[in-house]
Structure formats: C-alpha cells, structure tokens
C-alpha cells in the first residue's frame, strides 16, 4: 500500500497530481474580474503603489513565484533587488528583517528556498507582518510539502515553481484577504459557532459514528465557524492540530469556491506534518445555500469512496434528526441581555486549552465590515505592545478621539474591546465587568470545551509512526486544539 | 575537577548598543561606475577596507531607491538586521548620514569549551530615539560648521571632507549610544522657573546690555544650565542648548566654589568686583599677551544664514551668551568692556535670581515640587522636565527607573507620534508599575506610578491629582514661556 510517502518522486508525478489540482482550483477565469485587474495592474503605477499591503514571493536565485498586486512576471527585476539585498547582508554573516520609512514597513522571510517579502503600509509590527509572510510559506506548503519544495529546488536552483502553483494564486491572494480582515489570525484562534452544549454533543456524535479506517479527523463548519471537531485517537496519539493549520485548510476550501457535489484534494497540515499529505473529503450538506460544511481528513488516498460513505451516513443521521436546523438556527449573539451600552466590540480568548475566541455582533456601532476590518488596525497595535517579547504588558487602556480602546491579557484569557470615546473609565470597567460574567455563564454555548475521540480499528502491518505523526511538543502559547 | 570557567563563574555578559560605524556620502559625486569612492565623504571607522566601504554605502544606496520604488518621497529610515539597526537621514538634499548601531546582546557561556552563543536583542533599539540622536549629529555640526552645500560651494569636496573629519572625529566619542532614551527624541529645552519681577529684570538687564554694546545680535540668559529667555529661533537654541549643557558648561564647572589655592581660582582671584568670567575666548583678560578666539556658529541657514562670534560669559550659575556678527574682530579691547558693564551686573542678578528662587520655595513649600516621576515636553516651545533623569550630560544619564519602563515610554511616544489627536494611553507593566501618557495640545506627559495594588480608576485620580498639582507648577512655566515667545518675535 503506498501509503503516505510523498508522491512526488519525480517532475512526471508533479503534473499529473496538478492536473486534479488544476481543475479543483480554478485559475483566475474573467469572471474574477479583480483578480484579473490586480494580475494585470501596472506595477509602479499610483495605484499599485498605493495598496495598503503588498506581498511578493520568489526563489533563492530571485525567480519571481508570486505577487498579491500586479504581473509576477513583470516584477522580476523588483524582486530581483530584493533578492540582492537579501543575499548581500547574508554575505556579511547577517540576515536582513526589515526597512522602516514613514510610511511602510518591509519585511524579510526566508524559509528554505523561497524567500518572503512583505510591503505594508498597515503600521503593523515587525512580528506580525512575519507571521502574515510564514503563513503564506505555509499555505504553499500546504499544497506541495515541505520536503518536495526542498528537494525540488536542490536539484534544480532555477526552478520556477509557478509551475506547481499554477492556478493557485487565487488561494495565496484569499489567504491574504482573509488574514486582513479576519482577528482569528491575530488571536492565532479559531472561532466557533455558538450552540448549545447538547446539541454540539448530538452533531459530534453522529461525527464519531461516522467513521472508516485511516479516517483521522472530522470537522463541522458552518458560515466559517467551527461546529464540531472529532479526533481519530490511536493514530494520533499527542499530536496536536494548530488553529493555524485549520485557518489554512479552511482557506484552500474557501478558495475552492465549489458549490454542489463533492472534493477530494491533498491538503498537507504543515505545523502537524511539513512533509506528508492528508486527502480531504469535502462536501456542503445544505446545497444551494452551501453554509454547512462537512470536512473528513483520511490518511489513505485511495479511501474516496469509503469516506464517501461516512458523509452519507452523517447526512441520513442529520437527515433523520433535523440537525442541519441547529446549526441554521442558532443565533448570532447578540449582548443586549446585558446593559453595556458603552461596549461597540470585543474580542475573548481563553486560555485555556482549547483556544477558540469570539466576537459578538453588536446592536449599534460597528456593524459594517469595514468598521471591523478598521478596528483590527488597533486592536493589532495593542496586540502587538501587549505580547511584546522584551517588555510585555498586562492591561493597556487608550483613549482617542474615535474610541477608547482597552486590552487585557491574564492568565485566565485575552481580551480586546472598544468602547464610545466618551466612556468614563468606571463605566468602561464596569461593563467589562458585566461581561466577563456573561462570558462566563455562557461558556458551554460559546465554546468548544472538549475533542471528542474515536478510534478505527488498526490495520496490520502498519505501525504509528508511519504515520509521520510524531508526538509533537507542546509548543508556545500559540492556540492549540488538543487531545484531552 | 573544576574547569577555570566553572570557577570564574558562567556569567552572562550583556553588551548594550554602540556604535559600529557611521558615514556621510552623496551618491551625485561619483555616479559612473569606477567613480564610487567618490561619493564617501566621511568615513567611521577610518580603518575598515575602501571596497568594504563602497559596499555598505552601495546597500544604503540600494535599500533606499527600493523604498522609493513604493514611495518615492518617503525613503527608508532604517534597516534592522539580525546583529545591527541602520539608520539614515538625507540631512540636506543627496547628503545622506548613515549611523550602524550593533544591537544589544546576550552572551550566554556553554560547557565544554564551545564558543558561547549569542542572543541578539532587537526589540530594546527604540528607531525614534536613535534616528533622533542621527539628526541631533547633524544639528550639531550645522551649528558649528554650516551647511554641507555652502562648505561645497566655498571649497568644493576638499573643504567639506576636511570640516566633517575635524568635527565628527571627536563628536562621535561623545556619543553614548548604550543610555539614549525618550529625552533624545524631544531635544527640549529645560526652562527655569522664575516669578514676573525677577524675568522683568533679566529682560531690562539684556536690554541694556545690547543697547550699550551694539555689535551683540543676540542673546541667550540661562541660569543654572537651564534656559530663561533666549533671542534666537527655536532649532537653534535647542542645539546650543545641549551644546551648551553637555558640553561646554561641563568643562568649567564653578571655580569659585573651588579653594584659594586652587587654579581654577585665577581669574576670579584678581577682581574682587564680581565673579563675572569668559567660558569661551580670553580665559584670563589679565594676560595682554594671551592669544583667544570665539568659537563661530552658524544660525538660521534655512534663510539669512548667519555666522557669529559665540560669547559666553558666566558669573555664578548665570550663563550669558552674547552672539556677534562673525565678520565683526573681536578683540582685547571690546572684551574688557563687556566684562567690565555685564560681570557685575550679572553677578548681582545670578545672587537676585538665588535669592527669590529660595523664597519661591519656602513660600509653596516643598509639597509644590510634584512628587511624581514624570516627563513632561511641550511641542511648541520645546520646553521639557524630567524628574526621573537625575543627571543628563553628554556622558550618562542616569534614570532613577528600570531601562525598560524608559522603553514602555518610548513605545507609547511612537503610538502618539501615529495621530495628530488627543489621547490617552494607560499600559500596567508586568512588575505592576504603571504607566500614563497623555497628549493634548502639542504637550505629551508620561508619569510613572509604583502602585503595585491599583486600579485603573485609582490610577486615573492619582495622574489627576499630578495635573492639578502641577497646574501652578506649570503655570510659572507657561508665564515665562509666553515671555519669551513675545519677545522673541519682537
């Protein structure tokens, strides 16, 4: 059985798995209008100059592979510089992380043969942006492995790897719209639908029954919140499936864009396994509206039809109990219970070992996205000084003209909120106050408190390590979604 | 068995930033290829290889047009590697200065005779502070050597290389990279506090003073190494102030506190009429055949450009500076008149100026003197107080807070520095200090509170309580600050 080895063992391969590639991600057709205007933008012009963030990625020998803003291709003497400058402060024993100017901020990334750079003028931090750029490695990852990259570009340091990747640019530039609009990025946290804890048990147990051999994970996400997650237990062991990882899948999906019918695609989970893929079984349980989406992650790449089968299974069983009516139903919520008529938004994490954060929809105020998506701008400041590495803060409490912004980290949890910029400080903690117990009372609903596990019967012959799931050490503080 | 290392203690060694190099080029003298060396007009070290000079200039050159590629009038300010932080500054048009701090770092010693490994510490360089202290050498050469353009035009590059050689060989000694904080980004000026009748004096006393010797252009009356009232534009008394205050006060600190038979008594020992004396040009008047010369400043080089004769008389801890049209000889004779009409009147105003200093005090009692530890700096006229630095010369600066609060301070200047609104920002420290920045008004305050057990809203009365208190404090200040903004434009 060939197992989970990489299929990559030659260029010949390569193509013929990008041909499912090909067609499960559509390139960028002329219906995708704006990705066509950005592919096409004149670089240098006033407008590409003056999108808030650029994003550029290319090889160690300076081969451009991709750029969010304008023709890849045409910047191939821009990305030529930056790869001088790169190699120039290496030849002195030293490694380039940044320029600043008063309007930008541009940061370096190497990771093995590709190299990042990021042009931001978002005034996020150092860290941050780096982070943004390891999450593109990633996401690149997640379509080719780590070791393929590595070994494509040992053999061959002019490589283009738009070759691989073509047609997934829609999936990098997705990953960057995401990530600039969505604070799961900056909580490394995924958020989660509310539901009551009876009716989450109900959805997760008709996941457990549904299972097959060399099936590892299943996941219930509806409208980009997470409903369910059921864990293979043996296979597994300790590892440890990171928020960031999940961000990346759900990407690929979003990415995807399919509406009826089903996929099968090789996703690799980079922060669980750099090397190796899983075969996602993808399918919308409510079509036409497509908002609930069942995900199963099986190890095995010929085990299509058989996880086939599982998602039949879950749908007669959510069929026979109504279940997709839970997951529709539930509300968005709404904080009017309680009287916090300061409060326009938050953000809550717990620290606890699960790490899913919310954000509420608010009555008045920020309602908008593109409130939202401005409010992320300080939020991230804040997040920034808060977790700073040399001289990190508890509590941080800023006042301007447009709002009163506060942040709060404990060792209990982390928490953002924005409050009217007239808010007395006695007011803003007392509302704080109030919500906290709100949080607090309703953690079962808000939160998923524990992984249910199954287990499949193991196969002969095949041990746990080849899984290539090495028992992975807890790392940092990073949101983690662990066996319990 | 005990290795030698074991013995002597696996330390840690900590190295603060210093400086690795710093350099001045314009990329217009040696555009064509060959010609690079052309461009480097000052070089620090003097010692490093001529090609691995042209390199690092090449990269800043490099670094900025790439920035210039997404914003073409707002270049680069500063590249951080991993072991050193860049900073440049494009002091006058195509004249760039560049400034190479090491980053600090962590010497962690290991076992076995392996070489210790490094942890560099990037996060500590603050950019607004050192890209401040880059501008700050600019300021300072300006003010002693004018613009790089008219040395240029006067003697082409042979003159500006040699001004820039004579002048930063020794500034760049003075700088003390490893204790620069939040007070380098401001410049600001410490203002003395003085009631209306005693400012009302020091005015009528320069007044008569330029009336009686015209060739004085302008004046400056500090006491006590901080500023009273002053008739030159404000960059550029910001500049001779810290000349003035880290540099040349320093070297003459008060020689009549010094013994009879000490030699720093001379030129006090010999004139019973008053303690009046130069700090710059004739050290002894006595001596006829003593050889003096004033150093020359350059004031005002966006627009009259000016260069004069630097006088700077003191009597007590009353300093004066008289500036001169540079054109003008001063000799001997215009010497002796000055110290014969300025010394005793001086005198008697710096013992004017103790007295009703002391009474001040003992009249608001010792409690008017916030008791805070704070930092307060006015945009618009460059005043500035600190209760935390205990001593600022060019040497050391000590801060009576852990260097790490200094940085928290100087986190929250950036985030100000963002927007041009009023605002408030309250962090609590993970030692549980507090911290309170406030901006309005072109003014910034940072107060610093040890209330280990308090909470916001207490914190919030006690910043309340400061700004009260230091209402009157401030008002004294704002009174002979808006003196000087009168007269200044008169």
């Given at each position: ?484 | ?128 502070v050192y890209g401040s202290v880059l501008q700050q050498c600019y300021c300072m050469y300006k003010l002693f050597n004018g613009t790089f353009s008219r040395a240029f035009e006067a003697g082409g590059v042979e003159l500006l290389t040699q001004k820039l050689e004579k002048f930063f060989y020794r500034y760049l000694q003075t700088l003390h990279l490893q204790s620069c904080d939040l ?308």
């Open positions: 059985m060939e197992s989970h080895r990489d299929p990559l063992c030659d260029i010949n391969r390569t193509s013929r798995r990008l041909v499912i590639f090909h067609l499960l991600w559509p390139r960028r057709t002329s219906v995708d209008a704006l990705g066509l205007a950005y592919m096409n933008e004149e670089i240098m012009s006033e407008s590409w100059r003056q999108h808030r963030k650029h994003v550029f990625v290319l090889s160690e020998a300076g081969k451009p592979i991709y750029s969010r803003y304008g023709n890849e291709e045409a910047l191939s003497s821009t990305m030529g510089v930056m790869m001088a400058l790169v190699s120039f402060v290496q030849a002195g024993g030293n490694m380039i992380q940044s320029i600043f100017s008063d309007e930008h901020t541009v940061v370096f990334l190497q990771k093995g043969p590709l190299v990042f750079v990021s042009v931001s003028a978002t005034r996020q931090s150092e860290q941050q942006l780096r982070r943004e750029l390891l999450h593109v490695y990633h996401q690149i990852v997640s379509m080719l492995t780590q070791a393929s990259i590595n070994r494509i570009f040992e053999r061959r340091k002019n490589f283009d790897l738009r070759r691989l990747l073509f047609g997934s640019e829609k999936v990098l530039d997705g990953l960057l719209d995401v990530m600039d609009s969505d604070p799961s990025f900056m909580l490394s946290a995924v958020q989660c639908l509310p539901l009551p804890s009876s009716s989450r048990d109900a959805l997760s147990h008709i996941l457990q029954k549904a299972i097959t051999p060399d099936l590892v994970f299943s996941f219930l996400i509806a409208n980009n919140r997470l409903v369910s997650v059921v864990q293979e237990k043996t296979v597994l062991e300790d590892a440890r499936l990171k928020p960031s990882d999940l961000h990346l899948l759900f990407n690929l999906i979003r990415a995807s864009a399919f509406q009826a019918g089903e996929i099968w695609m090789p996703i690799c989970l980079p922060l669980f396994n750099h090397d190796c893929y899983f075969y996602a079984y993808v399918a919308y349980l409510d079509p036409p509206e497509c908002t609930v989406c069942l995900v199963l992650l099986s190890t095995d790449k010929e085990a299509f039809y058989a996880v086939a089968e599982c998602k039949r299974k879950i749908e007669e069983a959510f069929a026979s109990q109504n279940a997709l009516q839970w997951v529709a139903n539930t509300q968005l919520y709404y904080v009017d219970d309680i009287s916090v008529a300061n409060l326009r938004h938050f953000l809550y994490k717990p620290s606890k070992v699960l790490d899913h954060h919310r954000h509420p929809e608010m009555e008045v105020g920020y309602r908008s996205q593109e409130e939202r998506i401005r409010l992320l701008d300080p939020y991230r400041n804040m997040h920034n000084r808060i977790h700073s590495t040399s001289r990190p803060l508890k509590l941080i409490y800023h006042s301007a003209g447009k709002e009163t912004l506060l942040a709060w980290v404990t060792s209990k949890f982390e928490m953002f909120a924005c409050f009217t910029p007239l808010v007395t400080k006695k007011s803003a903690i007392s509302e704080l106050t109030k919500l906290l117990r709100w949080i607090k009372k309703e953690e079962d609903r808000l939160f998923i408190c524990h992984l249910p596990k199954y287990s499949t019967a193991p196969q002969p012959g095949r041990s746990s390590t080849d899984r290539g799931s090495s028992a992975r050490p807890n790392t940092s503080d990073t949101g983690l979604l662990s066996l319990l | 068995l005990i290795s030698p290392r074991m013995a002597s203690g696996m330390q840690e060694k900590q190295y603060t930033p210093s400086l690795l190099s710093f350099f001045i080029y314009n990329p217009k003298f040696g555009p064509r290829e060959g010609e690079e060396e052309k461009k480097i007009l000052f070089y620090h070290p003097i010692e490093i290889e001529k090609n691995e000079k042209i390199r690092n200039v090449g990269l800043c050159e490099a670094i900025v047009q790439f920035t210039r590629t997404f914003s073409p009038t707002n270049p680069a300010k500063s590249l951080h590697t991993q072991k050193n932080r860049q900073f440049f500054h494009e002091a006058e048009e195509n004249y760039w200065m560049v400034m190479v701090v090491r980053n600090p770092m962590v010497e962690k010693p290991n076992k076995d005779g392996k070489p210790p490994t490094v942890e560099y510490q990037e996060e500590e360089i603050i950019d607004s007070l380098d980004v401001f410049g600001g000026i410490s203002f003395f506090p003085l009631d209306k009748m005693t400012y009302l004096k020091i005015q009528s006393f320069v007044n008569r003073v330029e009336e009686s010797l015209s060739l004085v252009k302008y004046t400056a009356f500090l006491y006590n190494d901080q500023l009273i009232w002053s008739g030159l534009e404000q960059d550029d008394m910001r500049i001779l102030y810290k000349y003035l205050t880290t540099s040349l006060f320093p070297r003459h600190s008060e020689p009549e506190l010094a013994g009879r038979d000490s030699p720093l008594r001379p030129e006090v020992a010999g004139n019973l009429l008053h303690y009046g004396r130069f700090l710059t040009g004739p050290a002894n008047l006595k001596d006829p055949d003593a050889k003096f010369r004033f150093p020359r400043i350059f004031v005002n080089t966006e627009d009259s450009y000016e260069e004069l004769h630097l006088i700077v008389y003191k009597a007590m801890t009353a300093a004066v500076c008289f500036m001169v049209n540079a054109a003008v000889d001063l000799n001997r004779e215009f010497c002796e008149q000055l110290d014969s009409l300025v010394g005793p009147q001086l005198t008697l105003l710096a013992s004017d100026i103790c007295e009703q200093f002391n009474i001040n005090r003992r009249i608001s009692g010792p409690e008017k003197e916030p008791q805070f530890k704070f930092i307060y700096f006015n945009h618009m006229n460059l005043a500035e107080k600190s209760t935390i630095h205990m001593r600022k010369t060019a040497s050391v600066s000590l801060t009576s807070v852990h260097p790490d609060l200094m940085k928290i301070l100087g986190d929250i200047n950036c985030d100000f520095a963002r927007v041009n609104e009023d605002e408030e920002i309250i962090v609590k420290a993970m030692t549980d200090y507090w911290v309170v920045g406030k901006k309005s008004d072109q003014r910034e305050l940072y107060v610093i509170l040890n209330q280990k057990n308090a909470n916001l809203i207490e914190v919030n009365e006690e910043v309340k309580r400061l700004d009260m208190m230091g209402m009157d404090y401030f008002t004294t200040l704002k009174l002979s600050i808006v003196q000087v903004l009168l007269t200044a434009s008169v």
